[in-house]
């Protein structure tokens, strides 16, 4: 079946940049997705990825898709230690219903 | 607008007992979507509503079902629960929108916790 890893955790410092990892099998994916899941919420839609793009920027986020590798990758420029989260992608493909990684939790320090 | 919301946020059972959780979409939204985060597992679909019907289901055993109702809320049914059932359950809902992304949008969940 469909799978989708990253890494469990990321450990940055305030002001840096935080780049958060994912890899995905499903080769039908059409959108791949960004959400965020602070302590005792929900899931926070992000961002999202067309398949056909290479990179979208949005604020602070840059998303960068390499189709061919089936790498997605979140840049958050001057991380802040509110966006200490855990950071789940997702891969949209013929099923519909996304598949979610286990989610990155990312840890930021003063 | 009002979000997903979810009801209720804890539920403490105990083992081989049933538990029902509920879920009201976005107004609008025919699409429901029940996940379960088990610690350290990422989120497992479970099951999918769409305009009253089950589109579709996750692996998981047939004692995992619930409803669609007419208002579009959704109730999870979750029969002869088991320890490994803990967990949060999360809600989500959708439209389909041009191009066919599937854009979720999840309500704050129900943490069911089994003893």
């Known amino acids: 079946g469909e799978d989708v890893e990253q890494s469990l955790f990321l450990s940055v410092r305030e002001g840096d940049s935080s780049v958060i990892n994912c890899t995905y099998t499903?080769?039908?994916?059409?959108?791949l997705y960004w959400y965020k899941q602070e302590p005792g919420a929900g899931l926070q839609l992000l961002t999202y990825?067309?398949?056909?793009?290479d990179m979208k920027q949005d604020q602070r986020l840059t998303v960068l898709l390499n189709k061919k590798d089936k790498h997605l990758s979140l840049r958050i420029a001057d991380t802040q230690t509110g966006d200490s989260a855990i950071y789940f992608c997702?891969?949209?493909?013929?099923?519909?219903?996304?598949?979610f990684g286990r989610g990155t939790s990312l840890i930021v320090h003063p | 607008e009002a979000g997903v919301t979810q009801s209720p946020t804890h539920l403490i059972k105990t083992r081989g007992q049933q538990a029902t959780l509920r879920c009201s979409p976005i107004?609008?939204?025919?699409?429901v979507y029940w996940y379960q985060q088990a610690l350290g597992l990422g989120l497992q679909f479970l099951l999918w509503?769409?305009?009253?019907?089950?589109?579709n289901r996750g692996n998981f055993p047939p004692r995992f079902s619930g409803r669609q109702f007419p208002n579009y809320s959704s109730e999870l049914n979750v029969n002869a629960l088991e320890l490994e059932d803990s967990a949060l359950y999360l809600c989500a809902s959708s439209l389909v929108l041009s191009g066919g992304r599937n854009e979720q949008f999840f309500g704050p969940g129900t943490r069911l916790t089994v003893l």
């Open positions: 499903d080769s039908s994916s059409t959108y």
């Open positions: 107004s609008g939204h025919t699409s």
């Open positions: 990825i067309f398949s056909n793009m």
């Open positions: 997702a891969s949209q493909g013929g099923s519909y219903i996304p598949t």
């Open positions: 509503y769409d305009e009253g019907e089950e589109r």
